[in-house]
């Protein structure tokens, strides 16, 4: 791990901690903070460990490396069995979801999530999720909507016209007890690879009893490398979901595959830019060929990642600027910043949560420009 930055031992300390699986935890480091620091702060490395929503992950070290950690085990423990209360209850649902699926001969892919916490980690309490989330054909979403709602019991977010999020987004929003996020692509405005592209490659596999479909291990890479970029690098635990799912594989990545991949749909910078950075913050096995390549403007790009993650995303359209000119490829940064100055009206009502009887729109429209420049955050998570 190099920080090269002046951050505070109690953040040293949760991204030792968060190492996604045992066998990466560093013991040594760690107890030499904590002998050599006697003014540690656990309860800051309690509250950071929220805020990079990375504590189940930082329970089940301490309880690993048997460190003595009064204060805070028992609030860590308390998030960790929430955790893994809510990811059962997930799976359950997701297996469902799958079932109703697979009997009317609909593939799907599902993503992250309660996937990631049984799959890839092998524990319900580490990985928090929100949400489930499907990846499923664009050629049967009429007919897997119908199944969701008369079948299932979800009903269409209403705060969103389906019609805007078909028109400018990736992923149509139901609700129940749990959100549901049907996608049919993986990336979105800054990058455009056809939806038959995750599909090309996807293998069949059985998954606690259901046939579903899984990515390549290159491909979600190059998804999970989006989905940081396009949340600012934030929280935490998608940089421990990303380094889990490459050292778990790492001896079966096709690097130069994925360079290639990358490459040709214009990401060829971000995700060298990514690796090297999860490299940095976790320690993230990364090959030669990607450790030896850095870009244009790291140290500032780098301080900027590391801010957010402690300090959180503010003025996130700023900051996507930022990112958007060093690590998109020339090509596309016109093309990129005209659709954000000047996005479609179903863009618009999105970013906005404006109705599609709103007579407001043509105003959002002129005032656009200096909204993305003034406002602090998205008034919504995923805009």
């Keep these: 791990m190099k920080y090269r930055l002046n951050i505070s031992n109690e953040q040293k300390l949760v991204l ?40 189940g992950f930082v329970y089940r070290n301490v309880k690993l490396i048997s460190l003595d950690l009064k204060e805070i085990t028992d609030k860590l423990e308390s998030v960790y069995q929430e955790t893994a209360l809510n990811n059962m209850g997930a799976l359950k649902e ?50 897997i909507k119908i199944i969701l709602e008369s079948e299932c019991g979800y009903t269409p977010v ?38 038959e592209f995750w599909w090309k490659s996807a293998f069949p596999l059985e998954w606690e009893g259901e046939h579903i479909m899984d990515l390549t291990i290159e491909n979600n890479i190059l998804y999970q490398v989006f989905r940081l970029f396009d949340h ?36 060829g910078k971000l995700v060298i830019f990514t690796l ?10 990364v090959p030669g060929l990607v450790l030896g390549q850095r870009t244009r403007g790291y140290p500032l790009l780098r301080r900027l990642v590391f801010s957010g993650i402690f300090s959180g995303v503010s003025r996130k359209h700023l900051r996507m600027m930022a990112f958007t000119l060093m690590l998109i490829e020339t090509r596309s940064i016109v093309r990129i910043f ?23 729109i043509c105003l959002y429209y002129i005032l656009n420009p200096f909204l993305l420049i003034l406002k602090s955050k998205d008034r919504r998570k995923n805009a």
């Design 94 to 143: 997701t297996l469902v979801l799958l079932k109703s699926l697979s009997v009317q001969d609909i593939p799907a892919i599902p993503l992250k999530g309660v996937y990631a916490s049984d799959k890839l980690f092998r524990d319900f309490g580490v990985y928090p999720s929100s949400d489930i989330d499907l990846l499923v054909p664009f050629s049967l979403l009429e007919k």
């Design 276 to 285: 090297n950075i999860s490299n940095d913050l976790l320690g993230t096995s």
């Design 232 to 267: 600012c690098f934030h929280p935490l635990r998608f940089f421990v979901l990303l380094g889990a799912l490459i050292e778990k594989n790492y001896n079966r990545i096709n690097w130069a595959c994925l360079l290639q991949t990358a490459d040709r749909f214009g990401m």
């Design 16 to 55: 030792l901690l968060s190492a996604p699986f045992c066998s990466d935890c560093r013991p040594e480091e760690i107890n030499k903070i904590l002998q050599n620091e006697r003014q540690i702060n656990l309860n800051e490395v309690y509250r950071l460990s929220l805020e990079c929503e990375v504590a």
């Design 158 to 195: 209403e705060e969103f016209s389906q019609e805007d999020l078909l028109d400018s987004h990736y992923h149509l929003i139901f609700k129940k007890w749990m959100t549901l996020e049907v996608h049919w692509n993986l990336v979105k405005r800054y990058f455009s690879i056809p939806e």
């Design 338 to 360: 005209l659709g954000r100055l000047f996005p479609s009206t179903g863009e618009l009502r999105l970013r906005y949560n404006l109705s599609p009887s709103s007579k407001s």
